[in-house]
């Protein structure tokens, strides 16, 4: 256990033995769930390290996963075209969705093609209201990465998004490319029933550090913000970026 906050800490040799262990324990979380009420909810993240996790899921666990009670959705996405190599629906598409027999109906993008991030974002909440307004959870399990100064999904640190309390989901500016960028807020990703955290690489260790220490401002690490009201959150990381 890291904290008083019911966070976990998994460690492993590399990208490749966490990614084993994570679809392993991905795949009894989905079954379980399919089993217990019919269906699994999982929210997506971005960026390059849920690649190995997704190619194990569709190869290693493909046939093991009743893919259609699975219901996907994204945490995050770069304002860009759902065909430009910077989306992370692509991503997503590239490396999982195309690969297994999941219904595309089961399949929930952030919209990238409104005439600005605004209306998109207010479209995505609409959706995400639609699916899990009426309970107190959102997604039965939340996938996240951090980025090497602390970021979660697109909630870099000193944006205004991270103190909203009441939007599911907004546009935000960013300093990375693309700066355009759809992110879910707190109040939504808090909503999870648990989150896995990926991270990986030597280059994350020391935010990963301040993340994990009890203290700190969620606007310099916003990482520290992930912190479900009723959830787990269990962080999957690798030894380089535990600083090993
Ligand atoms: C994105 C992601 C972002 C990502 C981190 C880590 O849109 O880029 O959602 O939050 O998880 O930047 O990215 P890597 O896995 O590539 O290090």
């Known amino acids: 256990m890291v904290d008083n906050l019911s966070r976990e800490l998994k460690k492993f040799c590399d990208l490749d033995e966490l990614s084993a262990a994570a679809a392993e324990n991905i795949v009894r979380l989905i079954v379980g769930s399919v089993s217990r009420k019919g ?4 929210a997506l993240s971005g960026g390059n390290t849920p690649r190995t996790l997704h190619h194990l899921l569709a190869t290693r666990y493909r046939n093991e996963i009743p893919w ?3 219901s996907v959705f994204f945490g995050d996405e770069r304002y860009v075209p759902h065909t430009d ?25 952030i919209p990238t093609d409104f005439v600005g991030p605004e209306k998109a974002a207010e479209a995505y909440e609409a959706e995400l209201r639609s699916a899990f307004g009426n309970g107190e959870n959102s997604f039965d399990l939340l996938l996240l990465g951090m980025g090497k100064e602390g970021h979660t999904a697109s909630l870099f640190p000193g ?7 009441r939007r599911w989901v ?11 960028r ?22 994350k260790s020391g935010s990963l550090a301040k993340v994990l220490d009890s203290g700190g401002d969620v606007h ?25």
């Open 159 to 165: 944006l205004p998004a991270l103190d909203e309390n």
């Open 220 to 244: 310099i690490y916003p990482a520290k913000g992930v912190i479900p009201s009723s959830g787990r959150v269990v962080f999957w990381v690798d030894s380089a970026a535990l600083g090993g």
């Open 85 to 109: 190599e910077q989306s992370n629906y692509l991503m997503a598409r590239e490396t999982l969705l195309n690969l297994v027999p999941i219904p595309s109906g089961n399949i929930h993008p």
């Open 182 to 203: 759809i992110s879910l807020t707190f109040p939504i990703l808090n909503r999870s029933s648990a989150v896995y955290f990926l991270v990986a690489g030597g280059d």
């Open 39 to 42: 269906s699994f909810s999982v």
């Open 68 to 70: 259609e009670n699975v």
């Open 170 to 180: 907004l546009p935000v500016e960013v300093p990375a490319v693309p700066a355009k």
